[in-house]
């Protein structure tokens, strides 16, 4: 039983394995975390309160590591396989993505860590999304594609094996999970040999770049990874001196005192060769890397000024106009923690100081007065969640920019939760729960 490998263990190797094989595949991924490196150190060069929070919490050593990635699947068993796949990781379904709104024909879940300890250890998640085959409009070209789908098996028959030893030991062992990790890294290599003709290809990308991507190979290939960056202003701006084209706006957020939820920008997909079953050779454009800045989770009150406030400052052409304008609407956001967190807009984590581990909070005391004498601490939880209007902008821009707005497909989380074969948990009632345990731990009853 304890000669088990953590699922924190397996995650940790996994997505170390993830990223050696994606740097190998994509040479300038390896130049984007290189620059994110240089980034983050002189960000803690002359942020030296920054880089002391950093070496508390015991963040350094992991700073440049990868925080997420993204895959696309075809089908329901295809998704199902997955959420065994990453529960292996201690990775679980949280959240329901509805892209189809965005002209994008697939809906989504991230799977993740959901515990504080497990999040401590390694965040690592990957944003994961189905294709709707109902979005496509062609009869004849939808039974295509599901034939297609049906041909493939995305898994080893060795990682299949794995998966059900897992199911019946209830884990794995430091042997086992090795060759897991190795198996099921293949799932997620990239495949220069299309399994269809050119044809077939052309019909397919023409209904939209996501469906052949989906459709068109034995395997679902990382399409980007994400390292954490402590200034994604710098590295955006840095990237053409590297060589790299980035994309043209940051998603999200304006750079604040206070960060909140996530932002986030890549370069733009890389037009790669590929062969088809024909003989014929094309290319095919679906691989980018990405950098994420993550600050506070929003309470669904603090999400709808969010929501409110994105909207109202719409979209640019111009990365820097663009900030600046989002950072003047976004001037109605409470900037600083107190009113933030007075005001019930962001989660924070309650814990003890010295002080109130010597004289711990009594019955009818408020937690105001605890803070402000200094007994209660509050810190932010980080945003552990993605944006549905970011993912949608990282989509179009590696899609050519090409948005095509389809018949806002109707959002169906009970098709996703059943191709899913479990629910997506809510990512609020996650934070809130975090929020609410840590009040508990101090020794504050709900008010
Ligand atoms: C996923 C895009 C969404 C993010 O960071 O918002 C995403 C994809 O392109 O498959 O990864
Ligand atoms: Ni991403």
């Keep these: 039983m304890d000669n088990f490998l953590s699922a924190d263990d397996i995650r940790t190797r996994f997505s170390l394995a993830m990223s050696a094989m994606y740097q190998q595949e994509v040479p300038q991924y390896g130049t984007l975390m290189q620059l994110v490196a240089t980034v983050n150190d002189r960000a803690l060069e002359v942020d030296i309160a ?19 990635g993204a895959i696309r699947v075809g089908t329901a068993e295809e998704l199902a396989t997955l959420r065994q796949l990453f529960a292996v990781m201690g990775m679980f379904p949280v959240g329901y993505y509805d892209l189809s709104q965005a002209g994008v024909p697939v809906h989504s879940t991230a799977f993740r860590p959901v515990n504080d300890a497990a999040l401590r250890r390694n965040p690592f998640r990957v944003f994961t999304s189905l294709l709707r085959p109902e979005l496509i409009d062609d009869h004849a070209l939808r039974e295509k594609a599901a034939a297609i789908l049906a041909r493939r098996d995305i898994f ?138 993550r600050g506070v989770a929003l309470t669904p009150q603090g999400r709808a000024l969010y929501d409110r406030l994105l909207n109202e400052a719409g979209s640019g052409e111009d990365n820097q106009q663009h900030q600046q304008h989002l950072a003047a ?16 807009l962001a989660w924070f984590h309650y814990r003890l100081s010295e002080k ?13 007065a605890l803070i402000a004498e200094g007994r209660v601490l509050a810190d932010p939880i980080i945003y552990e969640d993605f944006l549905p209007v970011s993912a949608a902008g ?54």
């Excluded at 609407?329 to 019930?344: M, V």
């Excluded at 109707?410 to 948990?425: D, I, K, N, P």
């Design 356 to 368: 109130g581990i010597a004289t711990p909070p009594a019955q009818g005391e408020s937690l105001e």
């Design 329 to 344: 609407i976004f001037r109605d956001f409470p900037d600083d923690e107190t009113t933030l967190r007075q005001q019930g």
């Design 394 to 447: 990282i989509f179009q821009s590696n899609l050519g920019d090409r948005v095509q707005v389809r018949s806002a497909g109707q959002s169906s989380r009970e098709a996703f939760e059943a191709a899913l074969g479990a629910a997506v948990l809510d990512e609020m009632a996650l934070y809130e729960e975090r929020q609410q345990r840590s009040l508990s731990q101090c020794g504050i009853r709900p008010a």
């Design 156 to 293: 080893t028959a060795r990682c299949r094996e794995l998966l059900q030893l897992h199911q019946q030991q209830g884990g794995l062992t430091r042997e086992q999970a090795t060759e897991f990790v190795a198996e099921a890294l293949e799932t997620f290599r990239w495949h220069a040999h299309s399994s269809v003709d050119s044809q077939t290809y052309q019909a397919l990308n023409q209904q939209h770049r996501l469906i052949a991507d989906v459709v068109c190979f034995p395997g679902c290939h990382i399409n980007h990874l994400t390292p954490r960056t402590l200034d994604i202003d710098r590295v955006q701006q840095l990237m053409p001196s590297r060589g790299i084209n980035p994309k043209t706006l940051i998603e999200g957020p304006p750079r604040r005192q206070v960060s909140i939820l996530l932002r986030q920008t890549s370069f733009k997909a890389l037009e790669e060769p590929i062969i088809f079953q024909d003989g014929h050779q094309g290319t095919h454009t679906a691989r980018f890397g990405e950098i994420e800045q």
């Design 50 to 68: 920054l880089k002391d929070r950093l070496t508390a919490s015991d963040e350094i050593g992991r700073l440049n590591l990868e925080r997420h």
